[in-house]
């Protein structure tokens, strides 16, 4: 009963290098998403997919690429790190069957920048 | 973008005692959802409104559906240790809108 995996759930980078945060899901959602969640701010949208091979920008996308090349997956990529991306990411999914569902989430990426 | 005011931002409140917090619009939603946070943790859905003046009940929580759209309640009676954590509202503008507006959370502390 796995539901929303995120990998890795720690990491630290420094300024200047890539990585990816990869989103697995099994519920065969169709729509996928990525957040940041800083402290005060609540969870703000950085890119979502509403299909496989579709992506789409949300209200803080700049510095990030997704890509999502696989109904399941989701990937979060950050080309070259920045101390202000120092953040908590979480990724989440959701059912196209129904105009109504809500968002299921993983247990987080916590992503440090030094 | 859209925002939500979403309040009180913090509680100290004592074992035992009932908890009220609010979020609120300045739009329209038609789909409010309740969700909370442990810990370490992801947010996980507490409680689901579709339907403006709706009463939804899930054990010890309760929460509205404002009548106007632009606002929703969430009520917790008796809070137990567990009930610890941060409490996001999150709504939804248009029915098929596959986006979420969420609040910026409220922290719940036990005293023991």
């Known amino acids: 009963n796995a539901g929303v995996t995120q990998t890795p759930k720690f990491r630290v980078l420094k300024t200047g290098q890539s990585m990816t945060l990869l989103c697995a899901q099994d519920?065969?959602?169709?729509?996928m998403y990525w957040y940041r969640q800083d402290p005060g701010m609540g969870l703000r949208l950085i890119h979502y997919?509403?299909?496989?091979?579709?992506?789409a920008k949300g209200e803080v996308p700049d510095g990030y690429n997704v890509s999502r090349l696989k109904k399941q997956n989701f990937l979060l990529g950050l080309e070259s790190a920045a101390p202000s991306q120092t953040s908590v990411y979480f990724c989440?999914?959701?059912?196209?069957?129904?105009?109504?569902?809500?968002?299921?989430f993983g247990d987080g990426t916590r992503l440090s920048i030094l | 973008g859209q925002q939500l005011n979403q309040s009180p931002q913090s509680m100290f409140i004592q074992e035992g005692e009932d908890v009220s917090m609010n979020c609120t619009s300045s739009?329209?939603?038609?789909?409010w959802l309740w969700y909370k946070q442990d810990p370490g943790e992801g947010p996980v859905l507490l409680i689901a409104?579709?339907?403006?003046?709706e009463l939804t009940s899930n054990g010890r929580l309760t929460a509205q559906f404002g009548i106007t759209r632009k606002d929703s309640f969430l009520n917790i009676s008796a809070s137990i240790p567990s009930d610890v954590g941060i409490y996001f509202c999150?709504?939804?503008?248009?029915?098929?809108?596959?986006?979420?507006?969420f609040g910026t959370g409220t922290r719940l502390t036990i005293i023991p």
């Open positions: 519920m065969n959602h169709e729509y």
């Open positions: 409104l579709y339907k403006a003046g």
């Open positions: 997919s509403v299909g496989e091979g579709t992506t």
């Open positions: 739009s329209i939603f038609n789909t």
């Open positions: 999150a709504g939804r503008s248009t029915f098929g809108n596959e986006k979420l507006t």
């Open positions: 989440a999914s959701s059912s196209r069957v129904s105009s109504n569902q809500p968002q299921h």
